[in-house]
């Protein structure tokens, strides 16, 4: 995020110790969220994953993460999902779609349906095609494809969903565009109460300062700026919980109103 200098960031009193390091670095974190709900259980997105060939990012590469015994661990075995869903088809959101059994990548989550946008994986899979061999994100897109996503199309377990689907009465998807072609975020809506699980469309809440800073993996930095600014004016002053999916505890907060931009309650 180039904006987000430690001296810009400084600025922002707010956002203290939980959000930024003494230094004045922006301090993230990767999160798969349950719901449970109407007797199902959904997952959003599924982190990076273990055994994963990622050399472009030595951070998650070839990792032995502990998510499998988390998340049975916090009550939920990976036979028990009954849906996954993708916010997007980054490494970091995709990775756990699988696992490895011998030489073969399999769904770790065999009784769920996996929901994918039709507008992005249409998207992802143009991109893949036509750029050439060399460019190093298409290529981890590639590899992404190969390991995380095309096992689970090809076990039958995929729906290709608008970008404004309902799962159930509770849950439905909500168009935020401009990470990536087709990006989505999760609304949530029970007694009289409401949450949007963010995906991408803001990665840290120094965005909510500054809407216009945009990170450099966003397919379209003017429609993120945009999808920013819209989410956060329609929230701003309510009871609407915002989690963020790449926030660092906590994890979750109220928009309010700042000035000319705005802040986290």
Known sequence: MPFATPEAVGQIAWLGPEFVTAEGKLKFSIHALVIETEGRRILVDTCVGNEKDRPAFAIWHMQQYAFLHDLLQAGFPPETIDVVLCTHLHLDHVGWNTMRVGEEWVPTFPNARYLIGKAEFAAFERAIVETSGGDVMRDLDRAVLGDSIA???????????????????????????????????????????????TGDFIHHPCQLAHPDWSITSDFDPDQSTLTRERVFAEIAGGQTLLIGTHWPAPTAGHIDRDGAAYRLR
């Open 151 to 197: 096992p689970v199309i090809e076990a039958g377990l995929v729906d290709f969903v608008a970008s404004d689907h309902r799962i159930c009465d509770t849950v439905r998807l909500l168009s935020t565009p401009g990470h990536t072609a087709g990006h989505v975020s999760v609304e949530v809506s029970s007694d009289g109460e409401r949450a949007i699980i």
